[in-house]
């Protein structure tokens, strides 16, 4: 146990007779380990995307129901006629009449 110790400290396992199976587990070892590393990175970035893209949704949402209610607003028979007093126009006090027009064969 303490040779193996000493040899592992020493480093004298990986310059051994058998030390190619020793690199090729470190190096095995290394790759997976920097795969994983990137793995990691690449989910964080896509979180973070998502959250940013979650906040933009939230924006949008409130001004398309900002723009809503403001066209509502201005579709109001109140505030039309207010525009349209500026001009001379006013609202007929005659309501309207249907018009029907009958088909001739």
Do not use: C
């Not at 997976?32 to 973070?48: E, G, P, R, T």
């Not at 959250?51 to 949008?60: D, G, I, S, Y």
């Not at 028979?77 to 009958?102: F, H, L, M, Y």
Request: proline share 2%.
């Amino acid at each position: 146990m303490k040779k193996s110790l000493y040899s592992i400290l020493r480093g004298t396992f990986l310059v051994s007779d058998d030390a190619f199976k020793n690199w090729r587990l470190i190096i095995f070892i290394s790759v997976l380990a920097i795969i994983m590393i990137a793995s990691s990175h690449s989910a964080d970035q896509k979180v973070y995307e998502i959250a940013r893209l979650k906040n933009e949704v939230k924006e949008l949402r409130s001004a398309f129901v900002d723009g809503r209610s403001k066209l509502m607003r201005l579709k109001m028979e109140s505030t039309i006629t207010k525009k349209v007093a500026d001009k001379g126009i006013k609202i007929s006090e005659i309501p309207p009449k249907k018009i029907k027009v009958k088909a001739q064969y």
